[in-house]
């Protein structure tokens, strides 16, 4: 068994998995809207910044939690913005649970994972 040729055909799966062609269509639909990809990309950079402080043990600021609220209270009033967003988790979803399954095999433990190993 060749690892490359089967990664790429995990890769190929991947794309042709229904998840990722929805969420590959709706990218694209939001990316002809440069001020909601603005601030979509601000509303990202913020939970990232949320799990990186709660990564490290930082308490989370009223402030930052009140900005992340509204930004994610604005994306979902837009039917697509909505639409983009339920398809991205959706897609981080089957992708963190291909994650998992790799890490399962190779007996690692990754945050995240919920392993013990």
């Given at each position: 068994?060749?690892?490359?040729?089967?990664?790429?055909?995990?890769?190929?799966a991947i794309r042709e998995s229904?998840?990722?062609?929805?969420?590959?269509?709706?990218k694209k639909k939001m990316a002809?809207?440069?001020?909601?990809?603005?601030?979509?990309?601000?509303?990202?950079?913020?939970?990232?910044?949320?799990?990186?402080?709660?990564?490290?043990?930082?308490?989370?600021?009223?402030?930052?939690?009140?900005?992340?609220?509204?930004?994610?209270?604005?994306?979902?009033?837009?039917?697509?913005?909505?639409?983009?967003?339920?398809?991205?988790?959706?897609?981080?979803?089957?992708?963190?649970?291909?994650?998992k399954i790799l890490a399962d095999?190779?007996?690692?433990?990754?945050?995240?994972?919920?392993?013990?190993?």
């Open positions: 068994m060749n690892v490359y040729s089967e990664a790429h055909n995990l890769a190929k229904e998840e990722f062609k929805q969420y590959d269509e709706l002809e809207n440069p001020a909601m990809m603005e601030m979509l990309n601000d509303f990202q950079a913020r939970q990232f910044e949320i799990q990186a402080k709660q990564m490290m043990g930082e308490p989370l600021t009223e402030e930052l939690t009140a900005q992340i609220q509204e930004l994610g209270s604005i994306m979902m009033r837009d039917p697509l913005s909505a639409q983009y967003m339920q398809c991205e988790v959706r897609f981080q979803i089957m992708m963190h649970d291909v994650y095999v190779m007996g690692i433990s990754a945050p995240g994972f919920g392993n013990n190993g």
